[in-house]
């Protein structure tokens, strides 16, 4: 069974910045893209970053050079490096992957940034 497990979240100061981590379990890690996506209060939830299994990365316009997503097929793990974070980048953070026609998901990590 597919598990998505993320780490690295809380309370940070606006500039200031995070690691969250995802680690997973179940399947062949390497295969698959990896998603990170967010969830802020009383909003949909939205991807951020994403991951190809051969490592290129995308980026949702309102992180680009600020958040980095990388990957280390080794540890089964996916990170995002955030940088510069700003008060609307709080929220939940979801890991996330496809598998054929199955989505899986973390049970999400806390990140609030607030003075």
């Known amino acids: 069974q597919v598990q998505l497990v993320e780490s690295g979240g809380g309370l940070v100061q606006p500039g200031g910045s995070l690691r969250l981590s995802c680690t997973a379990s179940?399947?062949?890690?390497?295969?698959?893209?990896m998603n990170w996506y967010r969830q802020a209060p009383e909003k949909q939830r939205e991807l951020v970053a994403a991951v190809t299994s051969g490592t290129s990365a995308n980026y949702a316009d309102s992180v680009k050079g600020r958040f980095t997503i990388s990957r280390d097929n080794a540890k089964n793990t996916v990170y995002l490096q955030m940088n510069s974070l700003k008060f609307e980048d709080t929220g939940v953070y979801y890991c996330?992957?496809?598998?054929?026609?199955?989505?899986?998901w973390g049970q999400g990590t806390q990140v609030t940034v607030s003075s």
């Open positions: 179940g399947t062949v890690f390497s295969f698959y893209s």
């Open positions: 996330n992957t496809r598998i054929g026609a199955r989505y899986y």
